[in-house]
């Protein structure tokens, strides 16, 4: 077990950062992209699926996001991380292939979900998640891409910044406003009431607590 | 996948929140929904990636086979212009900026029909004025015709008068005139005579 741990120091210690990689690159060393490459990609496809929804365009997305970074490598200035810089060509890339294939995509305005009837509290929930990501595919393209940097990929206000070549305060107002309209929504739907009323509840009794200790 | 300062950030901004430091109840109830939110997109994740680590091999291969056909781009003194542009055009969407999409329209219209206008009026003005200029020199053509063939009838009916008269009409420059002058004084006066 001690020998395992010892491994995984020693691994830890070899490891480049992502900076040295790249200046490798620079210097010639094509195998150290290699090594860029395994370390994103599958960042990069959750990324791009989040956007185009296609697993193959999204492959494309990522192969194209790569490709692009590697010719602009010189001008990457090391301001951002790497990880920013390559997050922000693959947001680019895969808003291009949106606009490409923009009329091949159903309108999720049309999806209808019968929620009224169901019982089943998990039932609700699965419903509530659907018509979330539904309200999410309508979000203008810099709230949502603000939205699902903070939430799914767990990026700080600033990283957001990064990525989207924004003021630190233009992506927190972004997500700020995204987040607005998933309340405003959940405010107007009936379907959403028996979540609501979950929330209320939840509410009352924080606040009650609250009371309590002033 | 999440950097350590990336994540040491974020839990600067969640212990420095931007509401007061005795939040007040509607401040409280906002953030909480806000959390609440964010926790049901989270659990209402519907994106399904592929977990074999073979899929992962193939794109990697397939990624590393385009990168070795590509070159490293040499940044130029336009480098970052280009760059700007590149992120301009496609940022840009005229649907975030109504005002500024109309106005454009508005000077590109305007700019189409001046231009349309203009050259309309251009090539007017210049087909007017060639067609002045052909009928003068047509009327100047019909005036030197009829001055020549005045002058031929002339020479026909007196020929010694008309010889004078070149003579003396012409001046020191006149260098034709003096070569006629000198021809016709001598031998072909007395042909003109008989």
């Known amino acids: 077990m001690k020998r395992v741990s010892e491994l995984a120091q020693i691994k830890g210690q070899n490891e480049k950062s992502d900076l040295q990689l790249v200046e490798e690159v620079r210097n010639g060393l094509r195998a150290s992209y290699s090594e860029l490459v395994r370390r994103h990609q599958k960042g990069l496809l959750r990324l791009s699926m989040r956007f185009v929804k296609d697993l193959d365009i999204a492959q494309d997305v990522v192969q194209e996001s790569f490709i692009k970074a590697f010719e602009k490598l010189n001008s990457f200035e090391g301001r951002s991380s790497f990880k920013s810089w390559l997050y922000q060509i693959t947001v680019n890339t895969a808003r291009n292939k949106l606009r490409e294939n923009r009329h091949d995509y159903s309108d999720i305005a049309d999806i209808q979900l019968g929620v009224d009837a169901v019982a089943e509290k998990s039932l609700v929930h699965k419903a509530v998640g659907e018509i979330l990501n539904a309200e999410v595919e309508k979000l203008p393209f810099k709230q949502k891409t603000a939205l699902v940097l903070r939430v799914y990929e767990d990026m700080s206000f600033a990283e957001i910044a990064e990525v989207m070549q924004c003021p630190y305060d233009t992506a927190k107002a972004n997500y700020r406003h995204a987040l607005l309209k998933l309340k405003e929504v959940f405010e107007m739907r009936a379907e959403l009431k028996s979540w609501s009323h979950e929330i209320g509840g939840f509410f009352t009794e924080l606040n009650s607590k609250y009371a309590e200790a002033e | ?194």
């Open chain 2, 1 to 194: 996948m999440k950097t350590n300062q990336g994540m040491n950030e974020r839990l600067k901004e969640n212990q420095n929140p931007s509401w007061p430091e005795k939040p007040s109840e509607p401040h409280l109830k906002e953030a909480l929904e806000e959390a609440l939110l964010e926790k049901q997109l989270k659990q209402s994740e519907n994106i399904e990636l592929p977990m074999d680590e073979a899929f992962f091999d193939r794109l990697h291969d397939q990624i590393m086979a385009e990168v070795e056909k590509t070159e490293i781009k040499p940044t130029t003194r336009w480098s970052k212009t280009r760059e700007f542009l590149e992120r301009a055009v496609t940022h840009y969407r005229p649907s975030h900026y109504p005002r500024a999409a109309k106005s454009v329209k508005l000077a590109l219209t305007g700019v189409v029909l001046t231009l349309g206008l203009g050259l309309e009026l251009a090539s007017f003005s210049i087909m007017s004025s060639t067609q002045k200029l052909q009928q003068q020199k047509q009327a100047e053509l019909v005036q030197l015709e009829k001055q020549a063939q005045l002058v031929a009838e002339q020479a026909l009916e007196k020929p010694e008068e008309w010889v004078e008269m070149a003579v003396q009409g012409s001046n020191a420059q006149d260098f034709y005139a003096d070569v006629l002058a000198e021809k016709l004084t001598s031998e072909q006066l007395k042909d003109l005579k008989l």
